[in-house]
């Protein structure tokens, strides 16, 4: 069974810090998929990492996938407000996307 | 075109009774998927069809649980004989697949909130 696993669960932080939130598991994927969902609303599509290695990054967030394609980071630097929601994982598994149970993230201003 | 779309956005119904759900993929997207959710959790795969078809369902869906898209556009998610452990966030994807083995990129509606009392 193929299983995603994110840490920390939940994580409140002041604005301005830095954060990363991490994304393991024991099999390897075709591509990764961090998403950000708010409460009461679908998830949210922010990046696909496909190549081992592979750093993308989106203004004050930055994503990585592991070597091996088997784990990915979100970074954030300079925390806001408005980053605050529910950030998920997904691992690309043939048909279907493996989730992770997700993070947690509330800045505090 | 607007994104995935999903009617209703909240349903409470009783327990025992059906309830249905509609699903509007994007336009050209050829995959449609339904997921459930629960709080704290991410989402769980139920079932998925390549335009009219459907390829895959999970084994949370039991028989009550029916989806359908039959001009491989929009879809429909029934429950039959509602319980109250069928209370959770009902979403639907979408995505545009060229080959087999692969999920793409997935994007999602907003969902249906069912409430079963």
């Known amino acids: 069974t193929q299983l995603l696993e994110q840490s920390p669960q939940f994580l409140s932080i002041q604005e301005g810090e830095n954060l990363t939130v991490y994304c393991n598991s024991s099999?390897?994927?075709?591509?990764l998929q961090w998403y950000r969902q708010e409460p009461g609303e679908g998830p949210v599509l922010l990046v696909t990492v496909v190549t081992g290695g592979e750093v993308k990054k989106l203004k004050r967030l930055t994503f990585q996938f592991g070597d091996a394609r088997k784990d990915s980071s979100l970074h954030i630097t300079a925390a806001q407000p408005g980053d605050t929601g529910l950030y998920l994982c997904?691992?690309?598994?043939?048909?279907?996307?493996?989730w992770g149970a997700g993070t947690k993230l509330i800045i505090k201003p | 075109d607007t994104g995935v779309s999903q009617n209703p956005r909240h349903k409470i119904t009783k327990r025992g009774q059906n309830v249905t759900f509609r699903c509007d993929p994007i336009?050209?997207?050829?995959?449609l998927y339904w997921y459930r959710q629960t709080l704290g959790q991410g989402p769980e795969f139920l079932t998925y069809f390549q335009n009219e078809a459907q390829l895959e369902k999970s084994r949370l869906l039991s028989d009550r649980f029916s989806a359908e898209r039959p001009k491989g556009s929009f879809s429909t998610l029934e429950i039959q004989r509602t319980e109250q452990g069928d209370s959770a966030m009902y979403l639907c994807?979408?995505?545009?697949?060229?080959?087999?083995?692969?999920?793409?990129?997935?994007?999602f509606g907003p969902g249906t909130r069912l409430t079963v009392t």
């Open positions: 997904a691992g690309d598994s043939n048909y279907q996307l493996i």
């Open positions: 099999s390897v994927f075709s591509s």
């Open positions: 994807a979408s995505s545009l697949a060229y080959t087999e083995g692969t999920s793409y990129e997935q994007y």
């Open positions: 336009s050209e997207h050829n995959r």
